[in-house]
């Protein structure tokens, strides 16, 4: 099943995606060579939005939950890509440590856990599960609701490695987005591959970082296909240090909101959009504390601000202080019935091996779907991206489709790739 | 569907199965290090038969066809091996030029050109179809059962590079074996890749040099699993320049087939096995123009070889001049209904992509399968071969049945790697 696209079957979205099918061994040939210069992340998810006149990412996620969300059939293309990716890291490895986040007892999380724990597996290591939750203080098994069982050790550190009882691994593998910043159980691990790198997780990623980087790969991407890179890259502004509790209506919010707006609007009547333009404010790191706020004119400021002061004036000053990213609102024009969908995209090494939509039945087509705690059904892509189908009618073929969301996906991947590179601590940085 | 074994579902095989199984991650990382000293086959495919008590390869072909048998599920699994392969090997590529076996009108031969056509062009590349058939003088499009067309066209040679009008390949895909002798056509091209290189065409290639490679890796892959390498391993002889139009009857095939018939009857007494032994005789290298034969005793060698010495009398001299492989014969104890059936396993670069059974109602346990104009019918793999699932009885789970043969077609790719290195020209040899 693929959710059908409201917008009628010309415009824009069409014309990209017959460009991207057009030029789809260009295309690969150019992530080939990025691919000889620059290191993909380990693992990606990538949440898509398709307005039916552009399609962007809107988040890259390098710590992807959410794994028991693609199909069984599909299982066998991330082993795959996951035997290749060890293979280039760490082709000796026998032992793979897998560390979850912490305080999870949400099943979902943990049947996400067990399919990265299989899909490891069934590549060929030792897999084992290691909790550095102060709170897990001996060998716990959960049992999910499919019967499986998931069981978390407690971590233990060495002088120089990390591992379980009876189990040294020569890789670990983080499935947590350290959030709450870097703990020292997981610093000084030199002799042993420590993937995604600590600077992949929230305490150095930024959001503005992420999509400076996307900007700047959809340009090439857009002159590569001939087409504008509006069409496939998310504007944004940013706010530093803004304190929540004294409201969100400062100087820079107001003018960088309303000059996006405007950026926005003029895109709009370029390609004569009749939608109403709006932004989204975030987070600039760290998981969504305070939502996704969706503007539509700088006059909503004033009460956002006031909700968020009553929010956040419990929070201590660090807590309540927050880099913004103003981000262009992406609508999505995908539905399955009444309910709005947004395809995420999931990335093992290089490779494409899955995604799924999800499906949000209460929610408005310039809303975030990845809401905490909301309830969404996930629908898993019917096709790999790997089968696209040149000489079908534009929008019509849901394989050239999923093949057309593969490739914005994987700029996104190369845009997490430059950001990683850019924000290495090891490395020389020329900029 | 996957065909059911007549053996009980106890014994040699189903302790193989278990074995291979427990030492799933040691034989991943034994791969994962042969990988990194040796290269493997650009693709390849592997006949495996599976006779209840032993698991072995009776072929390893380096320029596969029948890529149309595997499953369309199991097609982003050949296509993303594919990328793999390119990227490796020629990162930079835009054009891959196929070159498919002479004189091929039959529609099932170019169905799989068709599919490898499909993979290549998926995986990014653009690819055009062009014969080296001097009766190819004009490009000529056939159209195949199923709708689809091939077009072939003549090759164009200038001094350095092979291409096909407006087309110049960094990449030549060779899809014959070349049976015939290397064309001059193809060689002195030092500035395209070609792919896999001249001395894998059977002008080069020998079924014994191919087994010898393959005991050795048998032999390490026994130890790893603590068992007697015999089990996937078939014991072969060699008698070198038989004039067929002589007859078959020579001192060196009766003296050798009585040999390898001793040796397997002892190990059928070791283990037990009430079948009657047997071997194969066929030729060491090329295609098999006198067919695939069984013998089970040198008395029916005189009755054999006068049927050979008629069949052969018009021959000139060189042709009916064979290198002789005498290899031990493994039963196929798989059925579909009343049908035989024996494994196929295709493999892209060292993943292994698929595979199907080759069922056939009119042959014995003891027969080839693969005769010329024999109908057969194949019968897709069901799952892919990455699927393992440890815990489940022996014998019981089709994932873990596939998982099996994928490794012993690897360990026969593997020995095909070695072979190629042993043999190529542009090396020096140190043995």
Not at 72 to 87: F, G, K, R
Not at 108 to 131: D, E, K
Not at 372 to 399: D, M, N, R, W
């Amino acid at each position: 099943m693929v959710p059908h696209l409201v917008t009628a079957l010309t415009g824009p979205i069409n014309e990209l995606e017959q460009r991207v099918l057009d030029s789809m061994p260009a295309i690969e040939r150019w992530f080939r060579l990025e691919w000889m210069e620059h290191t993909p992340p380990f693992y990606s998810s990538v949440d898509l939005r398709n307005a039916g006149f552009k399609l962007a990412p809107v988040d890259t996620n390098l710590y992807p939950a959410g794994w028991h969300n693609l199909r069984p059939e599909m299982l066998p293309l991330a082993v795959q890509a996951a035997m290749a990716a060890i293979e280039k890291i760490c082709p000796e490895a026998r032992n793979l440590l897998l560390i979850p986040e912490n305080h999870s007892s949400n099943t979902f999380y943990l049947s996400s856990v067990a399919q990265l724990r299989r899909i490891f597996h069934m590549a060929g290591l030792n897999v084992r599960i290691g909790s550095i939750d102060p709170a897990i203080k001996k060998t716990t098994t959960m049992i999910l609701p499919d019967g499986q069982s998931v069981t978390l050790e407690p971590v233990l550190r060495g002088k120089r490695r990390l591992g379980v009882k009876d189990f040294d691994p020569c890789t670990i593998l983080l499935n947590t987005d350290l959030r709450a910043g870097v703990p020292g159980i997981l610093e000084d691990l030199h002799e042993q591959y420590l993937l995604p790198p600590l600077h992949a997780g929230w305490t150095t990623r930024r959001r503005s970082k992420h999509f400076k980087c996307y900007e700047e790969v959809a340009k090439r991407m857009g002159k590569l296909l001939g087409v504008d890179p509006w069409l496939i890259n998310p504007m944004f502004e940013k706010c530093a240090g803004v304190q929540l509790a004294q409201g969100f209506d400062t100087e820079c919010m107001h003018t960088r909101i309303d000059a996006l707006l405007a950026k926005i609007r003029r895109k709009y009547k370029e390609y004569g959009i009749k939608e109403k333009p709006f932004v989204v404010v975030k987070a600039d790191n760290g998981p969504h504390d305070f939502g996704i706020l969706t503007v539509h004119d700088v006059k909503e400021l004033p009460a956002l601000s006031e909700k968020m002061q009553r929010q956040t004036r419990n929070l201590s000053a660090a807590e309540q202080t927050h880099d913004i990213l103003i981000q262009e609102g992406v609508l999505t024009q995908e539905r399955m019935n009444d309910a709005v969908a947004e395809p995420v995209v999931y990335m093992m090494d290089r490779y494409v091996v899955g995604g799924f939509y999800r499906i949000h039945a209460h929610r408005g087509t310039d809303e975030n779907l990845n809401t905490p705690g909301a309830s969404y059904v996930p629908l898993a892509f019917e096709q790999s991206t790997h089968l696209p189908q040149p000489g079908i009618k534009p929008g019509a073929s849901a394989p050239n489709r999923f093949y057309m969301y593969g490739v914005v996906a994987r700029l996104a991947m190369l845009a997490a790739s430059y950001e990683l590179e850019a924000t290495d601590p090891d490395v020389e940085v020329y900029d």
